[in-house]
């Protein structure tokens, strides 16, 4: 008999829909109106874009393996939000730049994480997480208090409004979708892709079959940046405003989208669409448990709770003895 | 006679470059503070230090067997929410005494629960602690919304003023636990704790009980987080959920300025311990030099980053003069 099996991104998405099936039990909740509940589901999907835009760049790093993780990521959604914020600042003939100027921006911080992990040999976690501090010193001096700008007119239209008066879907769906597909595109039909996954289940061989392991890495880090930085400008058309911790509660949620989405930790096996899996359950069930006003405490244990459980249904690592 | 080869004294004494910082902290920080040595300077640093060392030391015994926990924030905040409203300001001595029974209790139960996904379920350390972390910082917070409860004020005295000998109390507790550290590491214990972070699967293979050290190191862990709790409560004299969060990540970067490597099984406790004290002096040099104070997290940060960079640097100036 065959055995049955899900896969980790179908289980996310299936749990995301049943759990919002149930919501609609709630007493404060779509009860049994179609359309306030299709309108739920897409201002969910929503806020879910940011933080599935986050975690790309974290899938990546990810799947390097090697202990591959980008702590930087939150600090540096933060700085590219100001950057652009600033830069822009209501103009809509710039937003173009300050799209490029963003993805600049986190590309090199990126790299500088990939420089010191490859060459210098510190720990990714440590050196992200070093980076993050740096990253939010040099917000903090931007900043510097206030910081005055303006979101252009047009970055609103495109991201957090609807698409048409008929369509009521926003464009930051759009946008995501196309970015999915994407990314699917450059994990499954590129050489990078195949090299990446390659770095990731063994380095050493990766080596010896010829792939430039160093210039991956480094690749690798610039691209996570890149892709934060994107998160950031996204972010600041959707929110109108910046913070000083804007991107920080993005960073631990957007190494969970990728592990609930069944990326392994250790590398070498992913993909995209188990993280835009896990960012929509993730989105959800913060918002579920927002609805039934539950306090912070519970909200906090019941997502760490379910966390735990969604890994050690699939998260669970080879045994010792095979 | 021998060359002198950094890379073969850092492999024999890996609190080598950790004491390097520190005499070079303790140096610059005399310079700015000339009444460093004085005995209350002295104590009224240790003091504030003691936490942290403590919790890195546990730190570094789960990063030492191949691990890591980013849940002993969690754990602080919730030891010190119980002893902060089970106690009270005009609780007696016994009761207090008590509940720092239940506290080192709830912090070895707290660890098991982590080596029982890691080491039984075979979970991935930093994602299940990661999960770990939200279950305890939510049970923080559910035991105290808000800031306030408290400790009598002879318990907070007893941390904070005793000098036995003319020495602060905090040196006895470094001393204690660097001669527990010392015995554990001679024992068969300790080799197998090595053995395990080295490779767990020759380990495996070589008889070594692996789970069961694995599991073991989140226990002792958690335990040394009830410790760090107490510490920081008796210290601060009141209770804050959120006291232990930002504790995680500088336990981590202390183990790693302690020359302790984060892929386990390379290190020691002394390193990370003194780590942590050179993290303490850090933040001493910087609220005494005088630096705007916009400018203070960016400085912090950077100088991480360059003692994180400078082994690194060190290796590769080496290589390319060999």
Do not use: C
Not at chain 1, 173 to 192: A, D, K, P, Q
Not at chain 1, 289 to 317: H, K
Not at chain 2, 69 to 96: F, K, Q
């Amino acid at each position: 008999m065959k055995r049955f099996t899900i896969s980790p991104p179908m289980a996310a998405l299936l749990l995301a829909i049943v759990l919002f099936l149930l919501s609609g039990l709630l007493p404060n909740s779509y009860g049994s109106d179609v359309n306030i509940a299709i309108a739920q589901a897409t201002n969910i999907l929503r806020l879910a874009v940011f933080l599935g835009v986050i975690a790309a760049g974290q899938t990546l790093v990810v799947i390097s393996g090697f202990e591959g993780i980008d702590l930087s990521a939150g600090s540096v959604v933060t700085l590219t939000a100001i950057v652009t914020y600033v830069y822009v600042n209501g103009a809509d003939e710039k937003v173009f730049v300050a799209l490029l100027l963003s993805l600049a921006v986190g590309a090199l911080i990126g790299f500088m994480n990939g420089i010191g992990i490859t060459f210098l040999k510190i720990s990714p976690f440590v050196m992200t997480l070093g980076m993050s501090g740096v990253v939010t010193g040099i917000v903090i001096i931007l900043n510097h208090g206030n910081v005055s700008g303006k979101v252009a007119p047009i970055m609103t239209r495109v991201i957090a409004r609807p698409i048409s008066a008929d369509i009521p879907i926003p464009g930051a769906i759009v946008i995501w979708i196309i970015f999915g597909i994407l990314m699917w595109l450059l994990l499954e039909r590129t050489s990078y892709g195949k090299y990446l996954f390659a770095i990731g289940v063994n380095r050493v061989t990766a080596k010896l079959s010829g792939v430039n392991v160093t210039g991956m890495n480094l690749l690798t880090y610039a691209l996570a940046g890149a892709l934060a930085g994107f998160g950031g400008f996204l972010l600041v058309g959707n929110t109108g405003v910046v913070l000083i911790s804007l991107g920080q509660p993005y960073l631990f949620p957007s190494i969970a989208a990728v592990a609930v989405g069944g990326t392994l930790l250790s590398g070498g096996k992913g993909s995209y669409w188990g993280s835009m899996a896990g960012a929509i359950l993730l989105t959800l069930m913060t918002s579920l448990l927002t609805t039934m006003q539950m306090p912070e405490a519970v909200r906090r244990m019941v997502l760490g709770a379910t966390l735990l459980l969604l890994i050690s249904i699939y998260g669970r690592q080879r045994a010792l003895r095979q | 006679m021998k060359r002198f080869s950094w890379n073969g004294l850092t492999a024999r004494y890996p609190a080598l470059f950790a004491l390097t910082l520190l005499v070079l902290a303790l140096g610059i920080n005399f310079l700015l503070q000339p009444n460093l040595f004085a005995r209350d300077t002295l104590n009224s640093n240790m003091r504030v230090f003691l936490p942290l060392v403590i919790l890195a030391a546990g730190q570094a015994v789960v990063i030492l067997g191949g691990g890591i926990d980013i849940s002993v924030g969690g754990i602080v905040s919730i030891v010190n929410t119980i002893l902060a409203t089970r106690v009270g300001l005009e609780g007696s001595p016994a009761a207090m005494w008590q509940y720092v029974g239940i506290s080192l209790l709830v912090g070895i139960l707290a660890g098991a629960l982590n080596g029982f996904f890691v080491a039984y379920l075979r979970l991935q350390p930093i994602i299940t602690t990661y999960a770990t972390s939200f279950l305890y910082a939510g049970l923080a917070l559910f035991i105290l919304p808000n800031p306030g409860g408290g400790i009598p004020t002879t318990a907070s005295e007893l941390y904070r003023s005793s000098v036995p000998l003319g020495l602060p109390l905090a040196f006895y507790v470094i001393a204690i636990i660097l001669f527990v550290w010392g015995y554990i590491r001679s024992t068969r214990y300790g080799n197998f704790l090595f053995s395990v972070g080295g490779k767990a699967q020759a380990a495996y293979e070589t008889a070594v009980p692996v789970t069961t050290i694995q599991f073991s190191t989140y226990v002792i862990s958690g335990l040394m987080a009830a410790f760090s709790g107490i510490a920081i409560t008796m210290l601060s004299g009141s209770g804050n959920a959120e006291i232990g969060s930002a504790m995680t990540l500088n336990s981590i970067t202390a183990v790693v300025i302690g020359g302790t490597a984060l892929s386990g099984g390379i290190g020691g406790v002394a390193g990370p311990m003194l780590g942590a004290i050179t993290l303490g002096f850090l933040q001493n040099i910087i609220s005494f030099a005088d630096i705007d104070t916009w400018w203070e997290t960016l400085a912090k940060a950077s100088i991480i980053v360059a003692a994180l960079a400078t082994p690194g640097l060190i290796n590769l100036i080496r290589r390319r003069r060999a």
